[in-house]
């Protein structure tokens, strides 16, 4: 078959290099303002479930490798390669809610926030991305990093089946019994991940009812203090409070009362049943005993999904340019912060910030069972560079490099959905344990023998 009767075959619209509409849809690839130039040869957008097949034969049939979007918040840019197809999945965005069974079946394009207050009208809830506009397909791929994983764990963790289509268009139902490989690599795998993924089916758990929040706002300079107050409080927390470490200049740190100077803010969620609970979870914070007095204080506050949500949008806003990378770490956060407290005072944007999660992830080894993704240190941070000027790329972007490198060395693995895999090609590897690694190559030639689908970005 001839590539235009492929192509007539494909529902949804269907970019060829010097289209019309060709630079639009390669810029909304990405939710990132700043765009790489790498020039795929052709991009769709599926309409239905049967386009992903037909796009995989196109692509077979071309001799082109494929990449795979879901909602484009690779901060480095991984679904924009040169050359091959991108098959923009965006466009599948349904979901199905069993609210007696408390599961769900979501395709890949489906918005967490979106989801998540759908979920809530039936008093359910997911550990959803703590960005609002991240859609669930990369981001379950990659692991999940979301809202109260403490006791609910990883996006990941929540994935009881998939529907994947392979390199030979085969359409797999994936579960712990049913192609096993493919289920564990689809948890965790991320831009790598050798299939595409159309539809997940999700644990759901009952929605905290009560959300209360304690913060303090130090001076940068007492970022150590605060961070050994904080982690040893960390220590006597239930898995339902969310504690953070957020280094920012007074602009980026969203904080009311200012104007401060670079700051560093501590802050924990409480998710619980009732406001009396939430308080009682927050109690380990409640005094501090540091010398140095707070800037701002704010304690036991009544709080809610839709407001944290909110405050990301404050982190993260639209329209502006990204750069990321990520570190797993068995240092304190004492020493890492103390160490990246230099590169906030020099950024050159003030709406450039570190974020650390205390724990970011639940250690109960039930919720991290089964799946590629793996916690690599005890301490994990993240630097973002975030500015608008694109004469300013270069200047940002190594400023990001130049912050890793003063923790670097102390660093034991990377998060695959926001490492800066452009940095160095070993940063793929180095997101997983070394025998995951193998196994995740070894599934690969299994299920991509010819490759198919574009690996990890190194370059």
Known sequence: MS??????????????????????????????????DRYPDLIVRAACERDVQEVLKLAVSSGLRLAVRAGGHSWCGSPLRDGGVLLDLSGLNQWEID????????????????????????????PAGHCPSVALGGYLLSGGLGWNSGPWGVGCASVLEITAVTADGEVLRCTEEEHPGLFWAARGAGPGFFAVVTGFRLRLRPRPTALAATSYVFPLTAVGPAADWATGAARELPANVELSFLLAAEN?????????????????????????????????????????????????????????????????????????????????YASLLAKLCDAVARAPSGKSFVLAPVSPVSREDELLRNMAFSVLGESYVV??????????????????????????????GHY??????????????RSFTAADWQRLRSLRAEYDPQGLFFSYLSA
């Open 3 to 36: 590539e235009q009767n492929r192509r007539s075959r494909i529902e949804g619209a269907v970019l060829r290099g010097g289209d019309a509409d060709y630079e639009t849809a390669r810029a909304r690839a990405l939710w990132n303002e700043l765009k790489p």
């Open 99 to 126: 609210a007696d069974s408390a599961a769900a079946t979501v395709q890949p394009g489906v918005i967490g926030s979106r989801f998540a207050k759908e979920l809530a009208r039936r008093d359910l809830a997911f």
């Open 252 to 332: 980026a740190s969203g904080v009311p009362d200012g104007p401060w100077p670079e700051v560093v803010v501590v802050t924990a969620t409480a998710f619980a049943n009732s406001h009396t609970e939430a308080v009682d979870a927050l109690r380990p914070l409640r005094s501090c005993p540091l010398s140095e007095r707070p800037l701002s204080r704010r304690l036991d506050e009544p709080t809610s999904l839709s407001v944290l949500h909110d405050a990301s949008l404050d982190l993260w806003p639209e329209k502006h340019r990204y750069a990321a990378d990520t570190l797993w770490s068995h240092e304190g």
């Open 383 to 412: 630097p973002y560079a975030v500015w608008t000027d694109p004469a300013h790329d270069d200047v940002n972007v190594h400023w990001l490099r130049d912050a890793m490198r003063a923790v670097e060395p102390f660093g034991t």
């Open 416 to 429: 695959i959905a926001e490492a800066d895999l452009t940095a160095d090609p070993s940063r793929a590897r």
